[in-house]
């Protein structure tokens, strides 16, 4: 069996792929978005290239246990009225949720994908807003969670399209399984910042820098100047403005 996974180069994608093929000896299909509205894209493909050739390098079997990574075109995913729907609900809601929730369960609807695992963990915005309407699957050695049928909230469907493997770990207890295992070097090459700086350093200032820091992970971090912030508002405003366009 090949696990379906959504790699973005991130720290808790990345601990997934390294947990099941690395720990587990499994097999993986990754898949990753193009999304050219975010700067990170060029700065994520080159790190997960780079994890690839570390995996490899920490354990040669490993080539043959990941294969090469399916890359979807954001601008071609499908329309599905009824998916954004109910994504526009919770993203207007207290919740504010991620666009990403949006046209990735499009993208597995269109597609003839059953099991595409996201690494949403425990901390994550989307673990608390399901939290209480997920049930665990065994599944031989591994296990992953999933929405229950009738969900407390009927919205909460967009997330029926997907298996959360690590939802019950946090970013610290994920450092601690790649600690024992030997690759915490590997996971120490991953990259999660939206908005890099010229530099190549993470701007401490996106969503995903905000939470590194927030749960454990602020050596990771770059503590943004004035300038840094001033350069992130006018971006967060051209975006805004392209976005509605």
């Known amino acids: 069996m090949v696990n379906n996974v959504l790699w973005t180069g991130g720290w ?3 601990f997934r792929v390294l947990n099941l093929v690395l ?10 978005v193009n999304d050219p509205v975010r700067p990170s894209t060029e700065m994520e493909k080159k790190t997960m290239d780079k994890i690839r050739k570390l995996m490899i390098e920490f354990d040669p079997s490993a080539k043959e246990r990941i ?21 526009k609900k919770l993203a207007n809601s207290s919740w504010r949720l991620g666009d990403q929730y949006d046209w990735l369960p499009r993208y597995v609807a269109a597609s003839s994908i059953t099991n595409l695992e996201l690494s949403v963990h425990n901390g994550d915005k989307a673990q608390k807003m399901i939290d209480q309407d997920v049930e665990k699957v065994e599944d031989g050695d591994d296990s992953y969670y999933r929405l229950v049928d009738n ?7 967009i997330f029926s399209y997907f298996r959360f493997p690590i939802i019950d770990i946090t970013k610290l207890g994920m450092e601690e399984v790649a ?6 070097h590997i996971m120490e090459e ?19 820098c905000k939470a590194a820091a927030d749960e454990g992970l602020a050596r990771r971090v770059t503590t943004p100047t004035k300038v840094d912030k001033a350069k992130y508002f006018l971006f967060k405003v051209k975006r805004r403005i392209k976005k509605s366009l």
């Open 179 to 184: 600690k024992k295992g030997g690759y915490d």
């Open 67 to 87: 294969l090469e990574t399916i890359y979807i075109k954001k601008e071609e995913i499908p329309e599905n009225e009824s998916i954004t729907t109910e994504y």
């Open 23 to 32: 720990d587990k000896k499994k097999t993986i299909q990754p898949y990753y």
């Open 190 to 208: 991953t990259w999660f910042c939206h908005t890099p700086r010229k530099d190549g350093k993470s701007c401490g200032l996106c969503n995903p």
């Open 12 to 14: 808790d994608s990345t």
């Open 151 to 157: 969900p407390s909230q009927p919205e909460f469907c």
